[in-house]
């Protein structure tokens, strides 16, 4: 019963999106933009094709911030929705609501994220195709590649419903999502592979939670490894596990002290 009710929550979700879709095409084209500025900086950083930065070619590099901005982006501005819900106070309206509010924003907001998700690939898989052309991807290696992209999506929502729900209580959302965002620029590695961080700062930024909304799932679909496949997404699943119960318990810690500031 439980199952169907946020199915059906999803496919309305999903529905209503595909309305908006110039919306999201506009937005993706945006993120579009960026990464044709990012081809041509990377373009003179390698100077030829032929050159390698930290086993990166310049295909492969274009490649992973395809994936990397088309990750990030995808969710939006989710903390600040959520910020948005409680100073306006209607989130009234979905605390009386027979659902839970984390889920409920999770299958909701899962289907504008694909949706943007899709679009931003597309149109930087355009771009990349025709700067750098394809990559090498064997068949077989496709669905766990997916599947790590749409794990990396799931954490992405976990941080950011961990960090949205203290919303409840500081109702300062701006600062909380510039924060986070700033943090998966960084050691999450969207604008760059870790590889190519100071020794010491690397290997702190890959045993950090961040690098596996980004940098893991990209690193993968470039220079996938079978080994490294299983690894990134059993790591995947331990740490949307952690962040789930860490938001679980946030959001009852904080929803009992509550101030509905419209009403």
């Not at 990377?42 to 100077?47: A, E, K, R």
């Amino acid at each position: 019963m439980e199952l169907a009710k946020y199915s059906a929550l999803a496919r309305i979700s999903i529905g209503n999106n595909l309305v908006y879709v110039k919306d999201f095409f506009m937005s993706s084209l945006f993120i579009g933009i960026i990464l044709f500025i990012f081809i041509q900086l990377w373009t003179v950083v390698y100077g030829t094709e032929a050159e390698v930065i930290e086993g990166f070619t310049l295909g492969m590099m274009i490649w992973y911030l395809v994936l990397t901005e088309s990750i990030v982006t995808s969710p939006g501005r989710l903390i600040e929705d959520i910020g948005a819900e409680v100073q306006s106070g209607t989130i009234a309206q979905h605390l009386l609501k027979p659902y839970h509010y984390l889920l409920f924003k999770y299958v909701t907001t899962m289907g504008s994220t694909v949706l943007r998700f899709v679009m931003t690939f597309i149109i930087g898989a355009l771009l990349a195709f025709f700067f750098v052309g394809g990559i090498k991807v064997t068949l077989w290696s496709v669905p766990i590649i997916i599947l790590s992209l749409f794990l990396a999506l799931t954490l992405h929502y976990a941080f950011m419903a961990a960090i949205g729900v203290m919303a409840f209580w500081l109702e300062d959302a701006e600062s909380l999502y510039l924060l986070y965002q700033k943090t998966i620029f960084v050691f999450g590695g969207m604008f760059m592979p870790l590889d190519i961080f100071p020794a010491w700062l690397e290997s702190v930024s890959k045993a950090l939670p961040f690098s596996y909304v980004a940098y893991y799932p990209a690193h993968l679909a470039v220079r996938f490894d079978v080994n490294e496949a299983i690894s990134v997404v059993g790591m995947q699943i331990v740490w949307i596990s952690v962040l789930s119960v860490i938001a679980w318990a946030l959001y009852r810690f904080c929803v009992k002290r509550i101030t509905i500031n419209g009403g």
